[in-house]
């Protein structure tokens, strides 16, 4: 149940979130596919305020994507609405700790993200409305499951598009933990997700992106999720990502 103290009790119960990081190569739901890749190591770090080579063998990124870097870390820019960049981690994980530093990015209808996905489509999510200072969503689907919208909630964070924040996300097989600079926002039990069927269980990839929401190739539900149409007058809209642990 949602605790943080700042909590807005904004649930999304209308608006489509069509999630530029979220899709599959191969379903093991729909056919065989080749095995996922496992970390080799107890646990990974990656430090992206050392430059280009900080992406190494772990990291993949979107056709398109262009990663730059600077002292700030990783930068995610978007100047026109064909832009999503994103990469992906080489590995998967089961079960877990997941920890982002990072500067989410300002715009609106920019929506900047952490998503954790299987290749059935698992999800465990942070995401971040450019038009919206004050707070960031969390949410979570099963196998895909997108039936109901009511899963998605909003937590206070202060100037997430201006200042550095530690994002947390603590997966066990029996609950799911988002925080916030080391405060627990939200808590997913097991038997809270549809009785564990909407709980993710499979192994999980870690992506981080910046897209456009309120672009003109997204339906009219996600622009009005995203916060409305997105103009570039204000253009690079810039997403930062100093450091990923897992553990």
Not at 55 to 68: C, H, M, P, R
Not at 111 to 122: M, R
């Amino acid at each position: 149940m949602p605790s943080y103290t700042a909590l807005l009790g904004i649930v999304l119960t209308s608006a489509v979130a069509v999630h530029a990081q979220t899709y599959t190569n191969c379903n093991p739901m729909n056919k065989t596919c080749p095995a996922d890749t496992g970390l080799d190591q107890w646990t990974f770090t990656t430090n992206f305020t050392e430059g280009e080579g900080s992406l190494g063998k772990n990291w993949t990124s979107a056709i398109g994507t262009n990663v730059t870097f600077n002292d700030k870390g990783a930068i995610f820019n978007i100047t026109d609405d064909t832009q999503a960049p994103t990469i992906s981690s080489a590995f998967y994980v089961l079960f877990g700790q997941v920890e982002v530093v990072m500067q989410a990015s300002p715009g609106t209808g920019i929506v900047s993200s952490i998503v954790l996905e299987s290749d059935d489509l698992d999800e465990i999510d942070w995401e971040w409305l450019g038009g919206n200072d004050t707070s960031v969503e969390t949410n979570y689907f099963g196998k895909g499951n997108t039936s109901s919208y009511d899963r998605a909630y909003y937590y206070a964070v202060d100037s997430p598009t201006t200042e550095m924040h530690t994002y947390t996300i603590d997966w066990t097989k029996d609950a799911v933990k988002w925080s916030i600079d080391g405060q627990v926002v939200r808590t997913l039990e097991y038997s809270d997700a549809n009785g564990g069927v909407d709980f993710p269980q499979t192994p999980l990839r870690v992506k981080l992106g910046n897209w456009c929401g309120g672009c003109s190739a997204a339906g009219e539900g996600t622009v009005e999720w995203a916060g409305g149409n997105t103009t570039f007058e204000d253009a690079p809209y810039l997403m930062y990502v100093e450091s990923v642990k897992v553990r």
